[in-house]
């Protein structure tokens, strides 16, 4: 603006100037060609007095510079101060000497056929008839113009300085006051008046936008913190599916905290499903679809942004489904060891119930079958037990009321059970308890949980092994250890041995009338009484299972 209004005082001034000037020398150049006219007028006046009283001595009374040319009445040249008079042509047709004739002067301008240059020419006719005639270069006059050109000019270089300095003063006297404006204050700027309107329109203006941004801000916050606190992940992505907007969670889910915003939504997965999803829901179309990345399953929704009839990005939210997959996993798999584990001992049973059915057995066989359907009854007993009972831990729900108990009580009374057990399979079980161990607790579970791990150190220890249980307190906790020197644990088993019907070794499990559910049981046992399980094995060494209970202050 500074800019504009300096070129347009110092045009206008320049523009003005230069019009002056040219005024100036035009009615100049007008004024000094009259003033000419009237000296030659006076000078040829002059000469033709001159003249009439000595004829003889036209020639002294030339003024130099100037040329004198006496003709007579039939244009023959008698005298010329610049030329030989007898070579010159007859002037009678000449402009100035045809008026003098007529009227008794003359006057014209025009080049000179024998000096080649421009004159002024002034014709006076005598009393004797002949024709007087003056002329002056006509370059006189524009060498005295050129003479003052020079002093002109200088005069012009001082003008357009101060023109320009002037300019440029008005151009910030009439900018400072508008560029000292405070625009967050814009009421309170010492202007001109005629902006006060303009002044009041824009600090209401600017309120009215303040409000806004920190309507928008708050919004934002808003916003952020809902999302950053979502379980679910969500991004924003443009039509160049550039990350517009995204929370921890999708970057938390999908392992990908250095992605940043403005970086393609793709640096956050690679996998074809994912780009697949984000290219269909940027076509304008809803995509769903189920990703594995090796630690999570996740449940990615892609829906496109439409904004006046086009498609300008689209909404990703991304669901962890891990657990519910898993349970998913879990309840297929449970359905069909259930129905495996159900199966095997129905079909002994329906077996022998079908031969016993026949008759023509001896008593001893019809003894010996009869063993075994109650064998395997007892073991179909045991099993929908531990179902029963695994599915009230599962709920929650155990029958009991807790209490204080002392777990080195429970645990001497298992062993105690167990020993002639293992004593029929070769094993040495011992026990080795600090007394008032007390947990705070279900006695019955407790039971079960020292008995199921016990039990399972005997059946995985071959004969003349050893099984030990201890129980023992520390500052903090009491803690139950079941060890022993039997088959031990493969590494790659050691993640799994807490699910349901997992055995390490099937048919050693199956042979001892196991069910499969017992550590899967003591493992909702441990979580039931806040209690954390530690397991230490290698294959062929034997196994340490620890279970830490917290203390309860007695």
Same mark, same amino acid.
Not at 340 to 359: D, M, Q, V, Y
């Given at each position: 603006?500074?800019?504009?209004?300096?070129?347009?005082?110092? =045009? %206008?001034?320049?523009?003005?100037?230069?019009?002056?000037?040219?005024?100036?020398?035009?009615?100049?150049?007008?004024?000094?060609?009259?003033?000419?006219?009237?000296?030659?007028?006076?000078?040829?006046?002059?000469?033709?007095?001159? +003249?009439?009283?000595?004829?003889?001595?036209?020639?002294?009374?030339?003024?130099?510079?100037?040329?004198?040319?006496?003709?007579?009445?039939?244009?023959?040249?008698?005298?010329?101060?610049?030329?030989?008079?007898?070579?010159? &042509?007859?002037?009678?047709?000449?402009?100035?000497?045809?008026?003098?004739?007529?009227?008794?002067?003359?006057?014209?301008?025009?080049?000179?056929?024998?000096?080649?240059?421009?004159?002024?020419?002034?014709?006076?006719?005598?009393?004797?008839?002949?024709?007087?005639? @003056?002329?002056?270069?006509?370059?006189? !006059?524009?060498?005295?113009?050129?003479?003052?050109? @020079?002093?002109?000019?200088?005069?012009?270089?001082?003008?357009?300085?101060?023109?320009?300095?002037?300019?440029?003063?008005?151009?910030?006297?009439?900018?400072?006051?508008?560029?000292?404006?405070?625009?967050?204050?814009?009421?309170?700027?010492?202007?001109?008046?005629?902006?006060?309107?303009?002044?009041?329109?824009?600090?209401?203006?600017?309120?009215?936008?303040?409000?806004?941004?920190?309507?928008?801000?708050?919004?934002?916050?808003?916003?952020?913190?809902?999302?950053?606190?979502?379980?679910?992940?969500?991004?924003?992505?443009?039509?160049?599916?550039?990350? @517009?907007?995204?929370?921890?969670?999708?970057?938390?889910?999908?392992?990908?905290?250095?992605?940043?915003?403005?970086?393609?939504?793709?640096?956050?997965?690679?996998?074809?499903?994912?780009?697949?999803?984000?290219?269909?829901?940027?076509?304008?179309?809803?995509?769903?679809?189920?990703?594995?990345?090796?630690?999570?399953?996740?449940?990615?929704?892609?829906?496109?942004?439409?904004? !006046?009839?086009?498609?300008?990005?689209?909404?990703?939210?991304?669901?962890?489904?891990?657990?519910?997959?898993?349970?998913?996993?879990?309840?297929?798999?449970?359905?069909?060891?259930?129905?495996?584990?159900?199966?095997?001992?129905?079909?002994?049973?329906?077996?022998?119930? &079908?031969?016993?059915?026949?008759?023509?057995?001896?008593?001893?066989?019809?003894?010996?079958?009869?063993? &075994?359907?109650?064998?395997?009854?007892?073991? =179909?007993?045991?099993?929908?037990?531990?179902?029963?009972?695994?599915?009230?831990?599962?709920?929650?729900?155990?029958?009991?009321?807790?209490?204080? +108990?002392?777990?080195?009580?429970?645990?001497?009374?298992?062993?105690?059970?167990?020993?002639?057990?293992?004593?029929?399979?070769?094993?040495?079980?011992?026990? &080795?308890?600090?007394?008032?161990?007390?947990?705070?607790?279900?006695? %019955?579970?407790?039971?079960?949980?020292?008995?199921?791990?016990?039990?399972?150190?005997?059946?995985?220890?071959?004969?003349?092994?050893?099984?030990? !249980?201890?129980?023992?307190?520390?500052?903090?906790?009491?803690?139950?250890?079941?060890?022993?020197?039997?088959?031990?644990?493969?590494?790659?088993?050691?993640?799994?041995?807490?699910?349901?019907?997992?055995? !390490?070794?099937?048919?050693?499990?199956?042979?001892?009338?196991?069910?499969?559910?017992?550590?899967?049981?003591?493992?909702?046992?441990?979580?039931?009484?806040?209690?954390?399980?530690?397991?230490?094995?290698?294959?062929?060494?034997?196994?340490?299972?620890?279970?830490?209970?917290?203390?309860?202050?007695?």
């Amino acid at each position: 603006m500074n800019k504009k209004i300096f070129q347009a005082v110092f =045009l %206008s001034i320049i523009i003005t100037m230069v019009l002056v000037l040219a005024v100036s020398i035009a009615v100049f150049y007008a004024t000094y060609d009259e003033r000419i006219s009237r000296d030659l007028d006076s000078e040829l006046s002059f000469l033709g007095e001159a +003249v009439a009283v000595s004829p003889d001595d036209l020639g002294s009374f030339v003024i130099p510079g100037h040329r004198v040319t006496l003709i007579s009445s039939d244009g023959a040249v008698l005298f010329d101060s610049d030329a030989e008079a007898d070579e010159m &042509e007859n002037h009678l047709q000449r402009p100035e000497v045809q008026e003098a004739i007529s009227y008794g002067h003359g006057s014209d301008r025009r080049r000179s056929s024998t000096l080649f240059e421009n004159l002024y020419y002034s014709a006076l006719r005598l009393d004797d008839g002949n024709i007087l005639r @003056l002329a002056v270069p006509a370059g006189t !006059v524009f060498s005295f113009v050129m003479s003052i050109l @020079l002093p002109m000019a200088f005069i012009l270089i001082v003008l357009i300085s101060f023109f320009a300095w002037f300019s440029y003063k008005a151009a910030r006297k009439i900018t400072d006051p508008i560029n000292a404006i405070d625009l967050e204050n814009p009421e309170e700027a010492d202007g001109y008046e005629e902006l006060s309107p303009l002044l009041y329109r824009i600090a209401r203006q600017q309120n009215t936008i303040k409000e806004q941004l920190a309507q928008a801000e708050r919004r934002s916050r808003e916003f952020k913190v809902i999302t950053d606190n979502m379980s679910e992940g969500l991004a924003v992505i443009d039509s160049e599916m550039r990350i @517009l907007s995204v929370n921890k969670a999708a970057y938390r889910l999908f392992d990908a905290e250095h992605v940043k915003e403005g970086d393609s939504v793709l640096a956050i997965s690679r996998q074809e499903e994912f780009s697949d999803l984000v290219a269909a829901a940027l076509k304008g179309e809803r995509a769903e679809s189920v990703i594995e990345t090796g630690t999570r399953t996740l449940q990615v929704i892609a829906s496109p942004v439409i904004s !006046v009839d086009s498609n300008s990005g689209a909404v990703i939210i991304i669901i962890d489904i891990t657990e519910k997959a898993e349970r998913e996993k879990l309840r297929r798999e449970f359905s069909a060891n259930v129905s495996h584990e159900l199966r095997t001992p129905l079909t002994s049973i329906s077996g022998f119930a &079908e031969i016993l059915k026949n008759g023509g057995l001896d008593e001893n066989t019809v003894k010996d079958f009869g063993l &075994e359907i109650y064998n395997e009854a007892q073991h =179909l007993i045991a099993l929908v037990h531990d179902i029963i009972r695994l599915s009230r831990l599962d709920e929650g729900e155990n029958g009991e009321d807790a209490e204080d +108990v002392d777990l080195s009580i429970i645990a001497e009374e298992a062993v105690s059970r167990l020993r002639r057990r293992a004593e029929s399979r070769g094993i040495s079980l011992s026990f &080795e308890a600090e007394r008032n161990a007390i947990v705070r607790g279900s006695e %019955s579970l407790l039971d079960e949980m020292v008995t199921n791990l016990a039990d399972n150190a005997i059946k995985y220890t071959d004969r003349g092994g050893w099984a030990k !249980v201890t129980v023992k307190k520390t500052e903090d906790s009491v803690v139950l250890e079941v060890s022993d020197n039997g088959i031990g644990i493969p590494e790659e088993d050691k993640d799994r041995v807490f699910e349901r019907f997992y055995r !390490v070794d099937k048919s050693r499990s199956r042979s001892s009338g196991g069910t499969g559910l017992g550590l899967s049981i003591v493992r909702h046992a441990a979580s039931y009484h806040h209690a954390e399980i530690h397991l230490e094995s290698k294959a062929g060494k034997g196994t340490v299972i620890t279970v830490r209970f917290p203390k309860t202050g007695k």
